[in-house]
T-cell receptor, first 117, second 115 residues
Framework: AQSVAQPEDQVNVAEGNPLTVKCTYSVSGNPYLFWYVQYPNRGLQFLLKYITGDNLVKGSYGFEAEFNKSQTSFHLKKPSALVSDSALYFCAVRDIIGSSNTGKLIFGQGTTLQVKP | EAQVTQNPRYLITVTGKKLTVTCSQNMNHEYMSWYRQDPGLGLRQIYYSMNVEVTDKGDVPEGYKVSRKEKRNFPLILESPSPNQTSLYFC??????????????FGAGSRLTVL
């Protein structure tokens, strides 16, 4: 069964420093991976996705993610963190049952990013 | 504005009192889905719908019902709510019948408390 894991409940970083939010995955077949962000009292917003191709995926708000097949990881990164980046971040993988695509995303448990001034 | 609209945003109810959380999208999306979010568990799918009149169970369907009578609406029904259904609920939609690799657009969420 497909799964994703976010090993850190919280990541703290100072404004202006680079940030990394970690995600590892377990899938059968090719992984389709996503990152979403949730701001307080808001729904999830799409940041970026990896389907195929270049291992470095660029997304919204200056975020990028690096797909590493050998390490089964899909870490979210940003070169210079902003206080406004503070939010809850979710990694997700598309679920496939047999050869069927149910459209379901399997989410990690989420990582809270705290950027301090 | 393209969006998914959920109502109510906040609700406190009592055990056994039937309630419906409405969800509507204005993007002509084929695919719609309901998730619940619980601390430490991430989001888990309750039900999904590939198209009008086509619905199927997700990972945690017990205690919930859905219907998809028209493309834009996908209400979530709790026939007899129980305290373990206290949660934050999200409706989401995507274009393309199978939602294949398509981005989900989420509503703002409905926080439900069952006493």
């Amino acid at each position: 069964a497909q799964s994703v894991a976010q090993p850190e409940d919280q990541v703290n970083v100072a404004e202006g420093n680079p940030l990394t939010v970690k995600c590892t995955y377990s899938v059968s077949g090719n992984p389709y991976l996503f990152w979403y962000v949730q701001y307080p009292n808001r729904g999830l917003q799409f940041l970026l996705k990896y389907i195929t191709g270049d291992n470095l995926v660029k997304g919204s708000y200056g975020f990028e993610a690096e797909f590493n097949k050998s390490q089964t990881s899909f870490h979210l990164k940003k070169p210079s963190a902003l206080v406004s980046d503070s939010a809850l971040y979710f990694c997700a993988v598309r679920d496939i049952i047999g050869s069927s695509n149910t459209g379901k995303l399997i989410f990690g448990q989420g990582t809270t990013l705290q950027v301090k001034p | 504005e393209a969006q998914v609209t959920q109502n109510p945003r906040y609700l406190i109810t009592v055990t056994g009192k039937k309630l419906t959380v409405t969800c509507s999208q204005n993007m002509n999306h084929e695919y719609m889905s309901w998730y619940r979010q619980d601390p430490g568990l991430g989001l888990r799918q309750i039900y999904y719908s590939m198209n009008v009149e086509v619905t199927d169970k997700g990972d945690v369907p017990e205690g919930y019902k859905v219907s998809r009578k028209e493309k834009r609406n996908f209400p979530l029904i709790l026939e007899s709510p129980s305290p373990n259904q206290t949660s934050l609920y999200f409706c989401a939609s995507s274009g393309g019948q199978a939602g294949w690799a398509n981005v989900l657009t989420f509503g703002a969420g409905s926080r439900l408390t069952v006493l």
